[in-house]
Nanobody, 123 residues
Framework: QVQLVESGGGLVQAGGSLRLSCTAS????????MAWFRQATGKDREFVCG????????GGSDSVKGRFTASRDNAKNTVFLQMSSLNPEDTAVYYC????????????????WGQGTQVTVSS
């Protein structure tokens, strides 16, 4: 069993930056692909960014490419989401998720989820 806890959310002005963290307990994350999703009020959960178990491969949705980057520190059992050039459309609850093998964009293919952290971007 893997427990994930996100942190680092908050209120930021448009154009600003935030770094989210997701720390795991229960098992090492070193063999899991990790991803960040977000869910705005009234919308479906959306894939944001993923990173392979080795950290050698990352990917992001078109809406965040060039602005958001996922990284990981397997020694600390933690993954990160660095977000820059934030805009109000990025306002959502952000979740980290874990699954064996490869990154997938479908949230239903993930086995473990954190409780989420709110990110609010003011204009």
């Amino acid at each position: 069993q893997v427990q994930l806890v996100e942190s680092g959310g908050g209120l930021v002005q448009a154009g600003g930056s935030l770094r989210l963290s997701c720390t795991a307990s229960g098992r090492t994350l070193s063999t899991y692909a990790m991803a960040w999703f977000r869910q705005a009020t009234g919308k479906d959960r959306e894939f944001v960014c993923g990173i392979s178990w080795s950290g050698g491969s990352t990917g992001g949705s078109d809406s965040v490419k060039g602005r958001f980057t996922a990284s990981r520190d397997n020694a600390k059992n933690t993954v990160f989401l660095q977000m820059s050039s934030l805009n109000p459309e990025d306002t959502a609850v952000y979740y980290c998720a874990a699954r064996r093998s490869y990154v997938r964009v479908n949230p239903f293919e993930y086995d473990y989820w954190g409780q989420g952290t709110q990110v609010t971007v003011s204009s």
